[in-house]
């Protein structure tokens, strides 16, 4: 698919594939505790410091996305994919000030999900469920962007073998990863991807300084670099007549991409996890290192281009079956040595796998949490709770691979646009509620409603190949994220219904959780 096999990088990646799956499997002694409670397996115990909470954070949220999406938004696209810079600037004061909260009334209720707080906060099981139901949901294209950047690397390597599942052709490798990956958080939980994203970021942060320092060298500089970008990849068109044009493109993929990142059942599950909520102040501080690592990252995008990599034999393969996502393989097979393509592939894979962990798991809390325990088996014992969360996780995983397999993305980048979609629906009844309980939750689920069949149509008209819909406001084409309308619209809903409905109330509604809770 992509060319020879290179036997020095094969051998090197094994090795360090190998070596995060001792990792994971020795996890579950780490930190030992009781996995047969879901508060143990799903969110290691609540005990990770600052140290351990920033890598797993981090690994949570610079994946996949970071080194093989985005770039090959920038290498396709040009500047917009620029968008995920400001973005992952913003998110952090939003982590300092907001989601201390959260993780304060989690900690004194031993809530272990975003539903669980939802649930007792607004006294609403249909509202709960549908706050588990769209981060179980939103979260499959999340992890199918994991699963595409393992692919890649994969197939550049220059491993060809592949079986047909069901009439679905897919990697033997990457189905392997997958067993793997399925086998080691169900033994280890959460500690699994939290002992391996340190691992992970030492991979990541020495090939991005490899990156950012060898290339430009090869290539003559950052000057030539730029150079040698069609001017019109290197900024946003000019606004056009009558519209707004790329520019609120641009903005709204910035500022939905953000409200949405920490609403998503994996980041929740990072922040729960932690020993405290002064841990994650001090992590929401630290974590910018990570923005800056993304910037040199997305510049990846420009390298491949200034290299002349479409006019590479293995580009071509590459592309043929991946499109742009193949561009950073290409660049890397073209600049470095064997040994290191080794290194940054597995950088990449690691890089791929911790996120996915992490989302599974994440999700398993969830379904285990608000569907079955509140729906199904709600006598159930602490082992058979964590027992179904284990079971539900390699489930999710399976999920992933079927957005894959059914929804091919010539940008992977917009397999998390949609699921960014779907998941910001969630923000008025958990972010607004952590400090409000005006919000009526019939309005809300209403609300929910609303947005969600609106962003989900918006997409369908792009056949979910895009993200950005094109409004028409007083005569304006307006270019927008689709997670954006539709949310102003599901608070227009969710605002107006719970005017109408809190006046026609009988009394006040239920509440689980009192003011000092969230301090």
């Not at 969830?366 to 284990?390: H, W």
Request: charged letters at 10%; glycine letters at 10%.
């Amino acid at each position: 698919m992509s060319g020879p096999l290179d036997p020095v990088a094969l051998t090197v990646f094994v090795v360090l594939f190998g070596l995060v799956t001792v990792l994971g499997f020795v996890a579950a002694r780490w930190r030992q505790g009781d996995l047969d409670q879901l508060h143990e397996w799903g969110l290691g115990g609540r005990r990770f410091g600052t140290l351990i909470s920033w890598f797993l954070l981090g690994g949570d949220l610079y994946t996949a996305y970071t080194f093989v999406a985005l770039p090959a938004l920038l290498f396709g696209a040009g500047a917009m994919g620029f968008f995920a810079v400001p973005y992952s600037v913003a998110i952090w004061p939003l982590l300092f000030v907001v989601f201390p909260r959260l993780w304060s009334v989690s900690h004194r209720h031993g809530y272990v999900t975003a539903a669980d707080f939802v649930r007792r906060r607004f006294g609403s099981r249909t509202l709960a469920l549908t706050v588990a139901v769209t981060g179980i949901v939103a979260t499959m294209p999340y992890i199918a962007l994991q699963l595409v950047g393992i692919e890649v690397v994969i197939a550049a390597l220059g491993l060809h073998l592949a079986v047909t599942v069901a009439g679905f052709t897919i990697q033997l490798p990457l189905l392997i990863a997958f067993v793997i990956l399925a086998a080691y958080t169900y033994t280890s939980g959460l500690r699994a991807p939290a002992m391996i994203a340190v691992v992970k970021d030492v991979l990541i942060y020495g090939t991005v300084l490899a990156v950012i320092i060898f290339i430009p060298v090869k290539l003559g500089g950052y000057g030539h670099i730029f150079a040698g970008v069609d001017p019109t990849k290197l900024i946003l068109p000019p606004l056009p007549k009558g519209g707004l044009g790329a520019q609120s493109a641009y903005a709204t993929l910035a500022l939905g991409s953000a409200l949405a990142l920490f609403l998503y059942p994996h980041s929740v599950t990072g922040i729960l996890s932690s020993s405290g909520r002064e841990v994650i102040k001090r992590n929401a501080i630290a974590m910018p290192i990570y923005a800056v690592a993304l910037g040199f990252i997305s510049l990846m995008g420009y390298m491949a281009l200034a290299a002349g990599v479409k006019s590479m034999p293995a580009y071509a393969a590459g592309f043929k079956a991946f499109g742009p996502n193949f561009a950073v393989p290409a660049l890397l097979l073209h600049a470095f040595p064997s040994w290191m393509v080794g290194i940054a592939f597995a950088a990449i894979a690691i890089g791929a796998l911790v996120p996915a962990a992490i989302m599974s798991i994440a999700s398993a809390n969830l379904f285990t949490r608000n569907v079955y325990k509140e729906y199904i088996n709600p006598g159930c014992s602490d082992a058979q709770e964590s027992q179904m969360a284990k079971v539900v996780s390699l489930i999710v995983k399976a999920g992933g691979l079927v957005f894959i397999i059914g929804f091919p993305q010539t940008y992977a980048i917009v397999l998390q646009l949609l699921g960014g979609i779907w998941i910001i629906q969630t923000l008025p009844a958990v972010m607004l509620g952590l400090y409000t309980r005006w919000l009526h939750p019939a309005a809300l689920i209403l609300g929910w409603l609303t947005g969600t069949a609106a962003g989900t149509w918006m997409a369908a008209t792009l056949s979910f190949k895009s993200a950005t819909y094109v409004l028409r406001i007083a005569g304006l084409a307006v270019p927008c994220y689709a997670a954006i309308s539709a949310l102003a619209l599901n608070l227009l809903v969710s605002v107006a219904l719970s005017a109408l409905f809190n006046l026609v109330s009988r009394g006040p509604r239920a509440d689980a959780t009192v003011a000092e809770d969230y301090v």
